[in-house]
């Protein structure tokens, strides 16, 4: 995709999407108006066709009022589909082009984030972790073995503790505790 058509795919700012009440919820859309500043943005000689024209040379409807369009961007065609809902006349034309334009417009990026049910570019899941890297487990029992009484003793053993229960090291934690127990007897104390 080239780097102008790489543009369409920028989110629009919130002062540019407009809410549609809709079944109780909003729905978020982007209007006429801005999708048509971010085309001229992109391709100041961007176009858009009808894929049909009736007998009378305007823009043919399909058999359920609907309305195929072409777009153009930077030489690239996409197709786009628009309805009119409930309107009439020359509001539903208007109606049906406009939303042709957004429907072709999102074939090339075009605020995919508000067509999109859920949040299409959120973060992976992080997988589970895996454990305590063995080298790690060393490192804190060696870190444990250093304590100088039984105060700092308790101190490391809860920081190794803390680290082995982030990601979820059952036996990294017990390894620990058995740490802590050898070093407190070599303290003279009891764990």
């Not at 995709?1 to 859309?29: D, T």
């Not at 007998?55 to 409807?61: E, I, S, V, Y």
């Not at 063995?134 to 308790?154: C, H, K, R, T």
Request: charged share 25%; glycine share 10%.
């Amino acid at each position: 995709m080239s780097e102008a058509l790489q543009k369409m795919r920028v989110p629009f700012p919130a002062n540019q999407i407009s809410y549609l009440p809709k079944g109780g919820a909003k729905l978020a859309y982007v209007g006429h108006a801005a999708l048509t500043d971010r085309l001229l943005d992109v391709d100041p000689g961007w176009t858009w066709e009808p894929l049909a024209l009736g007998p009378n040379g305007l823009p043919a409807l399909d058999e359920s009022g609907g309305l195929w369009i072409k777009l153009t961007v930077c030489g690239v065609t996409r197709l786009g589909y628009g309805d009119a809902g409930q309107k009439k006349g020359g509001d539903a034309m208007k109606e049906r082009i406009g939303d042709a334009l957004r429907n072709a417009a999102m074939r090339f990026g075009a605020a995919l984030d508000l067509w999109h049910k859920g949040d299409l570019h959120g973060d992976e899941p992080e997988p589970e972790p895996a454990g305590m890297a063995p080298q790690y487990v060393a490192d804190w029992q060696a870190f444990i073995s250093e304590a100088g009484d039984m105060d700092d003793l308790n101190r490391r053993t809860a920081e190794a503790h803390a680290a082995a229960q982030e990601v979820k090291d059952r036996d990294a934690y017990a390894c620990f505790s058995a740490s802590k127990k050898k070093r407190a007897a070599q303290l003279g104390a009891t764990a």
